[in-house]
């Protein structure tokens, strides 16, 4: 009779020798550790995520000045390759990308609260999907209700969305 060589054999091999490795009946080795996550927005009864949510705090001037790299757009992220950007000069001046057309307008951010004035913008056309993206970003702007920063972040919590714009700071020679 001759057997057939075949490069399944080694591999079917290993695998027999894990799955009896995997049954032993060690009562140590079922033991399993519990681990419990809570995320921002969601407590449990401890209140944990109250204490992951005093972190974020309200920026002052300086620390909102900079270029801003959005990273996610009211918790439906962002599209890669497609940077949407927001650039505070400090003196009451924003500019930035939408993803697609670049913006250029006023800002002011008084006692925590930013707002903006008219954006004008290009007008070019992309793809429908970065366009939407776009759309959404502007829309989000015009509806601000707080800002804060935690730790790296610029959050932007805009009326309608659960979850705030989360923007992380750029090194100015990236910025488009």
């Known amino acids: 009779m001759r057997v057939a060589r075949s490069g399944l054999v080694i591999p079917l091999a290993i695998a027999a020798l894990c799955m ?20 921002v927005g969601e407590a449990d009864e401890s209140g944990a ?9 309200i920026p002052d001037a300086t620390e909102l000045a900079g270029d ?7 918790g ?3 599209m890669d390759m497609v940077q949407t950007t927001l650039v505070f000069d400090g003196e009451g001046r924003v500019s930035g990308s939408g993803g697609c057309n670049r913006y250029t307008g006023s800002y002011t951010f008084t006692d925590g609260e930013l707002s903006f004035g008219p954006l004008a ?7 429908e999907a970065v366009m939407d993206q776009e759309d959404r970003f502007h829309k989000a ?24 714009l989360r923007f992380t700071r750029m ?6």
């Open 68 to 74: 801003w790299l959005l990273e996610d757009l009211g």
């Open 141 to 164: 702007l015009g509806a601000i209700d707080r800002v804060a920063v935690d730790g790296p972040f610029l959050l932007i919590h805009a009326g309608g969305s659960d979850a705030p």
């Open 121 to 127: 913008g290009t007008k070019m056309m992309c793809p």
């Open 49 to 57: 995520a109250e204490s992951a949510q005093a972190t974020s705090r």
């Open 76 to 78: 439906r992220g962002v």
């Open 20 to 39: 009896l490795g995997c049954s032993a009946s060690d009562p140590q080795a079922e033991q399993h550790e519990t681990v419990s996550i809570t995320t």
């Open 171 to 176: 090194a100015p020679d990236v910025v488009d």
